[in-house]
């Protein structure tokens, strides 16, 4: 495994790996948290209409034991003040029935401020008892056990259509029983008073309702106008069956608000997890680049210090020859002083390099921008090469070059041509015709070194700019090289406000061209 598959490892197991389990995590921890909150929120509004029921409980309660006090204190009388003053302060509270004593057709008493209503329904309230004889008895029977309970008669007579009977058995001091019960009406009980207590309840928010079963409209409702039944929690009314009181949030409902967070938590998670595999995958690429910058390096000093012992092996050889008088004729000595002259000649070219290569990397050697010719100066650069380049057995074509003015430092042009030339020259095994041409765009000249050599594949021609980068595979590795050229020549141009170009095809040559901005008309 190299160095960068390792580093890909090390950052997926310590970032990526984790950050998707606890992605994974809190995504199905999410709806978890939605259905627990959602369970707890209704086991709350169930709580409040639970209490809403106990409420109108104790008010029935209170009305019942109110009235078996008051025919335990006055029971013959015919004006019970106590029942009077029961009646007086509930409006909801139509009237107050009781009978002399148990049995089939006991006499029956009414309390009512209304007498026309209680003279209207007393047949019918008398009917309604005696229909519901079986479930007297067994009022009575919890009231012998102890148990003090009611219960609500459903009467067929119209005149009690609007009404409910609440039945009862009172009991007075000497152990006498008898029925009694209230007859209600169940819309202005629930105006009067269930109505003040869901308005505390609900404040801005909740909405609470009463509702007559099958019926869509509220009997009462803490929001008026209010007709969204759907979304909201039921629960039976107990005192009046046949109506429900209903509880739902004012605004979004729960499940919406904790959808919507949710979903928000949802954003936020996948967002930080795209942000996470982009800061991955940037500090990938900066080590990656660290990497291979190291790895260059290295090859650096390899090909660097082969490249210094050759010539200073054969140095120390001929010189050595020499000294000990082993060179036979002139001609041999001749022949070594060339070879010395000439591995010194290279060593100082390396040296060169070298030292140039990290004064323009450190930014100390400045250029003087001038109107320099293109054409020009690769005339004066073939010159020079002309001798070195035939006798490798190089043809090149630099015929017919226009004229080409730029703004640039006449030195670092020539410094460019040479390294260009170099590699043209260096990575031509067979084919061993070089091209040299200039033109010029509406804002640029451009100056190309085309060669047919070994070319240069795609993947590499994105880091033979690059220091130290060296083209690793093929019988370029034999080819001498530091893998400062290229990127000497584009620090250069970089500093010129140039830039570079390369086309190349494996196996068909390469051209490489500058380009650099037009110098201002006629100066040269
Ligand atoms: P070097 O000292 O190795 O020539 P350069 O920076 O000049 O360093 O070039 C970087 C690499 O680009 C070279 O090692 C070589 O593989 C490739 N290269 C440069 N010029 C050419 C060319 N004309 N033809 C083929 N390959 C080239």
């Not at 790996?17 to 994974?24: D, K």
């Not at 982009?278 to 790895?295: C, G, I, P, Y």
């Not at 020009?376 to 490798?392: A, G, M, N, T």
């Amino acid at each position: 495994m190299n160095p960068t598959q390792r580093i890909a490892l090390i950052l997926t197991a310590v970032f990526l790996i984790p950050a998707l389990f606890f992605s994974v995590y809190e995504i199905s921890s999410l709806t978890q948290d939605e259905k627990m909150i959602g369970d707890i929120y209704e086991k709350q509004l169930e709580s409040i209409l639970f209490s809403v029921n106990q409420y109108s409980d104790d008010i029935i309660n209170d009305w019942m034991s109110k009235t078996q006090v008051s025919l335990d204190s006055d029971p013959a009388a015919e004006e019970n003040t106590g029942l009077q003053n029961l009646a007086a302060l509930n409006e909801s509270l139509r009237l107050i029935f009781y009978t002399d004593t148990l049995g089939q057709s006991p006499r029956l008493a009414i309390h009512s401020l209304d007498s026309g209503l209680a003279a209207r329904l007393r047949p019918a309230i008398a009917h309604t008892l005696a229909l519901h004889q079986p479930q007297l008895n067994q009022l009575v029977r919890y009231k012998k056990s102890g148990f003090q309970k009611n219960e609500v008669l459903a009467s067929p007579d119209t005149a009690l259509r609007h009404y409910h009977v609440v039945c009862f058995i009172s009991e007075n001091a000497n152990a006498t029983l008898r029925t009694a019960g209230f007859v209600v009406e169940p819309s202005a009980f629930v105006e009067d008073l269930v109505g003040p207590k869901l308005q505390k309840i609900a404040k801005d928010q909740f909405v609470l309702a009463v509702y007559e079963k099958d019926n869509a409209a509220p009997v009462y409702s803490t929001l008026s106008g209010d007709t969204v039944t759907s979304a909201m929690l039921t629960k039976d009314f107990w005192v009046f069956p046949g109506y429900t009181l209903g509880i739902r949030t004012q605004g979004a409902s729960l499940q919406h608000l904790v959808r919507q967070r949710t979903q928000n938590n949802l954003m936020l998670l996948i967002g930080l997890d795209v942000i996470l595999v982009v800061a991955v995958v940037l500090a990938f690429r900066s080590v990656k680049k660290e990497v291979q910058l190291a790895q260059n390096k290295a090859d650096f000093v390899a090909n660097v210090s082969h490249e210094i012992r050759t010539p200073l092996a054969l140095i120390s050889m001929f010189a050595e020859t020499l000294e000990m008088g082993r060179a036979k004729s002139e001609e041999k000595k001749q022949e070594y002083y060339a070879i010395i002259r000439q591995e010194t000649h290279r060593l100082t070219g390396i040296v060169n390099k070298i030292l140039n290569f990290s004064q323009t990397e450190a930014g100390k050697k400045t250029l003087h921008l001038q109107p320099v010719d293109l054409a020009h100066e690769i005339k004066d650069v073939l010159r020079v090469y002309d001798f070195h380049l035939k006798s490798k057995g190089f043809v090149y074509d630099a015929q017919d070059i226009p004229p080409t003015r730029v703004l640039a430092d006449k030195d670092a042009v020539v410094e460019i041509i040479v390294n260009l030339l170099d590699n043209a020259i260096k990575y031509s095994p067979e084919e061993k015709t070089i091209e040299l041409r200039t033109g010029q765009s509406a804002t640029e000249g451009w100056l190309a070194v085309r060669d047919h050599g070994v070319g240069i594949a795609r993947t590499d021609q994105k880091h033979i700019f690059d220091k130290f980068y060296r083209v690793p595979t093929g019988n370029l590795a034999k080819s001498r090289g530091t893998g400062l050229g290229l990127s000497l020549v584009r620090q250069l141009l970089t500093q010129q406000k140039g830039r570079i170009a390369v086309e190349s095809d494996l196996g068909a040559g390469s051209t490489f061209t500058i380009f650099l901005p037009l110098a201002p008309n006629n100066t040269v």
